[in-house]
Each structure stands twice: as structure tokens, then as C-alpha cells.
């Protein structure tokens, strides 16, 4: 069983900064993502990395978002520049047991509880 803790939410005003952490309880060679899911919307993915360290993107955080992870500290981080109100949600971390990375949040195995992220204007 694998457990997902994420940290490092918090408020922050238009064209800040924030880094989400998301710490494994153990080895991650899988697929990792971010989702967020702002009050009544669906869950979006905001991006991925998998097993090789291949990132992709949602395109409304392109250039805004980095996605990394650090294998040995079994830890996945989202870098969010240039924060928009419109990204003010509830950001989650979700890791799906094969090495590459589905799209739909029905397909990840095991889910964080979420940190909020909010950005006022």
C-alpha cells in the first residue's frame, strides 16, 4: 500500500510562487501526477512525469509549471510560477503502478488527501 502526503499549499497573490511536495512511503518507479480540482469543477490533471522522468502539461500551466521528482527521497514537486487565480484549487498527487501515465484520474492507484492552493487577484 502505498501512501501519498502532500504539503506546501498555501494563499498567494497573482504572479507568486508556491511548491507543492508530495512524499511516497517508499520506492516510486511508476508514473506520477498532479491534479487539482477547484469547487465545482472536475478534477483536472495539471501534469505528469513517469518512471524515465518525461513531464508533460495541461496547457493553460505550460511554462508556469514544473513537474520533478526526486527517486531516492521517493518525493514528486510541483514549481508553480506566475500563479493565476484561475489556478486556485485543491491540488492532489496521484501515482498510477506502471511506468507510464494514463490521462483520466479513474486510472490512478492511490491519491494524497490534497493541499489548497489559493491566488487572489
Known amino acids: 500500500q502505498v501512501q501519498l502526503v502532500e504539503s506546501g499549499g498555501g494563499s498567494v497573490q497573482a504572479g507568486g510562487s508556491l511548491r507543492l511536495s508530495c512524499a511516497a512511503s517508499?520506492?516510486?518507479?511508476?508514473?506520477m501526477a498532479w491534479f487539482r480540482q477547484a469547487p465545482g469543477k472536475e478534477r483536472e490533471r495539471v501534469g505528469q512525469i513517469d518512471r524515465d522522468g518525461n513531464t508533460g502539461y495541461v496547457p493553460s500551466v505550460k511554462g508556469r509549471f514544473t513537474i520533478s521528482r526526486d527517486n531516492a527521497k521517493s518525493t514528486l514537486y510541483l514549481q508553480m510560477n506566475s500563479l493565476k487565480p484561475e489556478d486556485t484549487a485543491m491540488y492532489y498527487c496521484a501515482l498510477f503502478r506502471n511506468s507510464w501515465c494514463p490521462d483520466g484520474p479513474s486510472a490512478y492507484n492511490y491519491w494524497g488527501q490534497g493541499t489548497q492552493v489559493t491566488v487572489s487577484s
Open positions: 517508499g520506492y516510486i518507479p511508476y508514473c
